[in-house]
């Protein structure tokens, strides 16, 4: 039983300070949960609000993927740089260190390859599972305009629904059926719907083909200067000459708005220099 003869009166209650309610720095976030805040704030740094995502997701329907032969040897030492990581499970298991102090964003959806109709997805990781890796959010593919747009829609709803149970966050991926456009107006449509049934990541910017370094960094500062709260780079960080120099670039222009010409110049000068390339 507890000591009771030296209890203190209480007293200190700060009467003259102010209530502080540190809010989230993650767009939208304020009216989630606080393990929904926890995680997000996981994946967006909070001093800027903004993330530099590093996919390497793109094995769970193209199969091999130039630059991710040996995810040990080109992705890991990457790592560092990132603010969070886009992978499956079955990489996340068999080659990220389970030291990751970063967010883990897991792919969830899945099952057609690139030799089949790709909307044609499905739920492919349980949610439990997704808390057993500790994940902080899960990503699932919305095909709106595609054939199977309604199965994918569904797909997002449900782990929308397991989500909310358990605090974990779900990322909307738009993708782009084989007649749609990809303008501002299908991304509109796209995002609102997936906002709409309930997804909870801001909006971040794929990046899409590999381009030349100088155009990545252009597209990347137009992303979040126009609104974006950070970029899924995939190809444009792994496939480049000097992918160590290429996401450190990235990271100045997302987070510090460093103009993408003088970023391209920062991605030359870490290259000539040697500390721009994977060990």
């Known amino acids: 039983m507890a000591d009771t003869d030296s209890l203190k009166d209480t007293k200190e209650y700060f009467l003259d300070v102010p209530v502080r309610s540190q809010q989230s720095n993650v767009r939208g976030a304020n009216a989630l949960d606080w393990g929904m805040q926890n995680r997000l704030s996981r994946i967006f740094r909070p001093s800027s609000g903004k993330t530099v995502m590093l996919a390497v997701d793109h094995g769970y329907f193209q199969g091999p993927t130039a630059g991710l032969e ?6 890991v030492p990457l790592l560092q740089n990132a603010d969070a990581l886009m992978c499956t499970r079955g990489i996340l298991r068999s080659t990220i260190p389970s030291s990751l102090r970063s967010g883990v964003v897991l792919r969830a959806s899945g099952g057609p390859s690139i030799l089949k109709e790709l909307s044609n997805e499905h739920v492919a990781v349980d949610m439990d599972d997704a808390v057993r ?6 990503a699932v ?3 709106i305009g595609g054939e199977f747009e309604s199965q994918s829609v569904r797909n997002m709803t449900q782990l929308v ?3 909310l149970g358990r605090g974990i966050p779900v990322l909307g991926v738009t993708a782009v059926g084989k007649d749609m456009v990809r303008d501002a107006r299908y991304f509109r449509l796209a995002c609102r719907i997936c906002a709409e049934l309930g997804a909870q990541v801001p909006v971040v910017m794929a990046g899409g083909k590999k381009l030349p370094e100088l ?6 500062y137009r992303a ?3 609104g974006a709260a950070g970029v899924d780079m995939g190809r444009n960080i792994f496939q480049s000459d000097a992918p160590t120099a290429m996401i450190q670039a990235v990271n100045r222009v997302v987070h510090e708005q460093m103009k993408p ?10 290259q000539r220099e040697g500390t721009g390339r994977n060990a």
């Open 261 to 270: 010409e003088h970023a391209y110049e920062l991605y030359q000068t870490l």
């Open 70 to 75: 040996r995810v040990d040897v080109t992705i």
């Open 133 to 138: 890796l500790n994940v902080a959010a899960v």
């Open 141 to 143: 593919q919305v095909y």
């Open 215 to 220: 155009d990545a960094l252009t597209m990347a």
């Open 224 to 226: 979040v200067q126009e």
């Open 161 to 163: 629904d397991a989500g």
